[in-house]
């Protein structure tokens, strides 16, 4: 594979807070000594995507080209860059750090003092091409569709990196909130991870219907209350609670049926994305039950290359989350994000540059 010959390249961009994404012409990215150019060959959209696009997270600077799900060729190697030879297949970690700060030596960059994330505060993966340091490509392989290696960027690595704060041991309970992409990987992986039983409340009949095929007790949350939706879980858990329950949509409502729905010295891991106040009976959700309300943010480097493993081995199978494929084109994923926004997209759709 060559580097491009040519000095201009598409981009999908926010260029303000609710306004549609646009696509333009942009110059293709320098390669620095230790970075690498990257062939876009397939780009996630995520829901965060859809809050970045609507204001509900700010993003700077702009105009900014969104994606940070993504996955593609190395094309050009910068001159201090080894062990990552052009023809490289890879998928792209989203956290851009400076390796050298307390956290970052401690193997926590998520908070790196100077950390950026691609698409978010810089730019990302919605282009034909992208340069990050060679540090950020994980090797993808060859049995991994590009399309899979860019969702396990954030929806499968987020889930993992949530099962891993959850303390999740063999024999114990999960319960899924929200079936959408990190939904359908949180099942999988827990599953992997050796869970007794995992189930999974979602508002959306067809995305229980994939999650039972994936082996978990769905449980609906359409037109119920949070208490009936917590009865049905405890019901489906017999009687007893889950030992850990990820959130995964980002509302007052999810975040106390995670609570309320745990056993015993359960742990609920909040991940969804929410600013509004959410109640808490400190009694009866978490002192009585000595339960546990985590956060869990982003994921590790290390586990991407875990997941690697799982899904080349057949222990993540991402070929019935990955439902649709759009081009690199403005129109096609406004759309996508206008339907994030009402919660009725596919599980996941993913840009094929």
Same mark, same amino acid.
């Given at each position: 594979?060559?580097a #491009?010959?040519?000095?201009?390249?598409?981009?999908?961009?926010m260029?303000?807070p609710?306004?549609?994404?646009?696509?333009m012409?942009?110059?293709?990215?320098?390669?620095?000594?230790?970075?690498?150019?990257?062939?876009?060959?397939?780009?996630?959209?995520?829901?965060?995507?859809?809050h970045?696009?609507? =204001?509900?997270?700010?993003?700077h600077? &702009?105009?900014?080209?969104l994606?940070?799900e993504?996955? $593609?060729?190395?094309?050009?190697v =910068?001159?201090?860059?080894?062990?990552?030879?052009?023809?490289?297949r890879?998928?792209?970690?989203? @956290?851009? %750090?400076?390796?050298?700060?307390?956290?970052?030596?401690?193997?926590?960059e998520?908070?790196?003092?100077?950390?950026?994330?691609?698409?978010?505060?810089?730019?990302?993966g919605w282009? /034909?091409y %992208?340069?990050?340091?060679?540090?950020?490509?994980?090797?993808?392989?060859?049995a991994?569709?590009?399309?899979h290696g860019?969702?396990?960027?954030?929806?499968?690595?987020?889930?993992l990196?949530?099962?891993r704060?959850?303390?999740l041991? #063999?024999g114990?309970s999960v319960?899924?909130?929200?079936?959408?992409?990190?939904?359908? !990987?949180?099942?999988?992986l827990a599953?992997?991870?050796?869970? !007794?039983?995992?189930?999974a409340?979602?508002?959306?009949?067809?995305k229980?219907?994939?999650?039972?095929q994936f082996?978990?007790?769905s449980?609906?949350?359409a037109?119920?209350?949070?208490?009936?939706?917590?009865?049905a879980?405890?019901?489906?858990s017999? $009687?007893?609670?889950?030992?850990?329950a990820? /959130? @995964?949509?980002g !509302?007052v409502?999810?975040?106390?049926?995670?609570?309320k !729905? &745990?056993?015993?010295?359960?742990?609920?891991?909040?991940?969804?994305?929410?600013?509004?106040?959410?109640?808490v009976?400190?009694?009866?959700?978490?002192?009585?039950? /000595?339960?546990e309300?985590? $956060?869990?943010n982003?994921?590790?480097?290390? /586990?991407l290359?875990? @997941?690697m493993?799982?899904?080349?081995?057949g222990?993540?199978?991402?070929?019935?989350?990955?439902t649709?494929?759009?081009?690199l084109?403005?129109?096609? %994923?406004?759309?996508?994000?206008?339907a994030?926004?009402?919660?009725?997209a596919?599980?996941?759709?993913? %840009?094929?540059?």
């Amino acid at each position: 594979m060559n580097a #491009p010959t040519a000095q201009t390249m598409r981009a999908v961009r926010m260029s303000a807070p609710g306004a549609p994404v646009t696509l333009m012409e942009i110059p293709i990215p320098a390669c620095g000594p230790r970075d690498v150019l990257i062939r876009v060959r397939a780009a996630g959209i995520c829901h965060s995507d859809a809050h970045y696009r609507s =204001g509900r997270s700010p993003v700077h600077p &702009l105009p900014l080209t969104l994606g940070h799900e993504i996955a $593609g060729d190395v094309v050009a190697v =910068g001159a201090d860059v080894t062990g990552l030879p052009v023809g490289t297949r890879v998928a792209l970690h989203y @956290l851009v %750090i400076c390796g050298t700060c307390p956290d970052c030596r401690a193997g926590r960059e998520q908070f790196c003092r100077t950390g950026l994330m691609l698409g978010h505060f810089t730019d990302g993966g919605w282009a /034909e091409y %992208i340069v990050v340091p060679a540090w950020n490509a994980v090797p993808l392989p060859d049995a991994v569709p590009y399309e899979h290696g860019a969702v396990m960027m954030c929806s499968s690595a987020t889930s993992l990196h949530a099962l891993r704060k959850g303390r999740l041991q #063999p024999g114990e309970s999960v319960l899924v909130i929200g079936a959408g992409g990190l939904g359908m !990987s949180a099942i999988q992986l827990a599953t992997g991870l050796g869970a !007794s039983q995992v189930i999974a409340v979602d508002r959306d009949a067809q995305k229980l219907a994939l999650a039972a095929q994936f082996g978990a007790i769905s449980v609906s949350a359409a037109d119920r209350t949070v208490d009936e939706v917590v009865t049905a879980v405890r019901e489906a858990s017999h $009687g007893r609670g889950v030992d850990v329950a990820l /959130e @995964l949509v980002g !509302s007052v409502d999810t975040v106390q049926v995670s609570l309320k !729905s &745990l056993a015993p010295l359960g742990r609920a891991v909040v991940v969804g994305l929410n600013h509004i106040a959410v109640p808490v009976d400190s009694y009866r959700d978490i002192i009585g039950r /000595e339960a546990e309300l985590i $956060g869990s943010n982003d994921h590790l480097r290390s /586990e991407l290359e875990e @997941l690697m493993v799982m899904a080349s081995t057949g222990r993540l199978d991402l070929r019935h989350v990955v439902t649709n494929t759009v081009p690199l084109d403005a129109d096609a %994923i406004n759309g996508v994000l206008d339907a994030l926004d009402r919660h009725a997209a596919p599980v996941r759709t993913v %840009i094929v540059p």
